[in-house]
């Protein structure tokens, strides 16, 4: 069994066949985690949630996309380009907390912060509004004991800052970022690293599609964290390092679908059977069997989303 441990079934890409995308899956021995974007795709992936006894699970998010209206051009493989119109959204802690308590949910994401996207204009507040929102997520996973999945993109310092802090001051801070209508209180300063077993939030999570340097990966598992990689590593060699040096009990696989499609599916819309792909170049990367790459980002993905 393999656990693709971020997906988007619940995208408008599946509209015509989503229900035969995850059969498939199944089928496969794929379990999935389709992550929400914002409201409308976290109460889709609990619908899809709802019709399966096992082996699919959900996971509700506000991503930093949609806090204000705007078309993004993607451009991450040369053979997939896409575009995405955001709609804008405001989180509403209780609206997402009343969801987020479902039995089926799994996680409080996709959230975090994207600094590649930001607007030309008034960048700083894009910034700030970002880490509002990441906050108020932390908290939700926080108080529900739920792990939380986190999108970062040239941002990791400041994830990282956020994530010591919050670790050393989860409440009544965040708490109280929560209960203002405008922006957060700035951020704290840095502080000496808690060890793994001394985190005072008791969070948790995963930074999924991982493109950070060694140096960060180390102080993400510092934390506690694992870190995800997809089919982005089958033909990016920008990731080797970090692989070959990670911890296979820290690592988690994913598809990123229906985004990211590996090799040999290249150019085509991508979906969770994939995952077996990033399986085997983990296995290839790290010298190892691909048994004990899929034995391993199974137990690890199971563990922490206590599935």
């Not at 705007?70 to 991450?76: G, L, N």
């Not at 039995?103 to 960048?123: M, S, T």
């Amino acid at each position: 069994m393999l656990i693709d441990t971020h997906a988007h079934v619940n995208f408008n890409d599946y509209r015509e066949d989503a229900e035969a995308v995850i059969k498939r899956a199944l089928k496969n021995g794929v379990w999935l985690i389709n992550v929400g974007s914002q409201y409308s795709t976290s109460q889709r992936a609990i619908e899809f949630a709802e019709q399966y006894p096992e082996g699919v699970y959900a996971a509700v998010g506000l991503h930093p996309f949609h806090l204000k209206e705007r078309v993004i051009y993607e451009e991450v493989d040369p053979l997939e380009e896409f575009e995405i119109k955001t709609r804008p959204e405001i989180f509403n802690f209780k609206k997402y907390e009343k969801l987020a308590g479902h039995k089926k949910v799994v996680a409080i994401g996709e959230v975090g912060l994207d600094y590649f996207h930001l607007p030309e204009e008034n960048r700083e507040a894009e910034r700030q509004k970002q880490k509002d929102n990441f906050l108020k997520h932390l908290e939700l996973a926080k108080e529900l004991n739920k792990p939380v999945i986190i999108h970062c993109r040239e941002a990791h310092n400041d994830v990282l800052e956020i994530l010591k802090n919050f670790c050393r001051h989860p409440e009544p801070r965040a708490k109280d970022l929560i209960d203002k209508e405008g922006r957060a209180d700035e951020i704290l300063p840095p502080h000496q690293v808690r060890g793994q077993n001394d985190r005072g939030s008791g969070l948790r999570g995963v930074v999924h599609s991982f493109s950070g340097r060694w140096s960060q990966a180390e102080e993400y598992f510092k934390l506690g964290f694992y870190i995800g990689f997809n089919g982005l590593i089958t033909f990016a060699r920008d990731y080797d390092k970090v692989i070959k040096n990670v911890p296979l009990e820290r690592l988690l696989i994913e598809t990123d679908c229906p985004y990211l499609t590996p090799i040999p599916h290249r150019g085509k819309r991508n979906e969770p059977s994939y995952v077996k792909y990033v399986a085997e170049k983990i296995a290839e990367i790290k010298g190892m069997s691909v048994e004990e790459v899929v034995v391993t980002t199974t137990k690890n993905a199971r563990e922490l989303f206590r599935i």
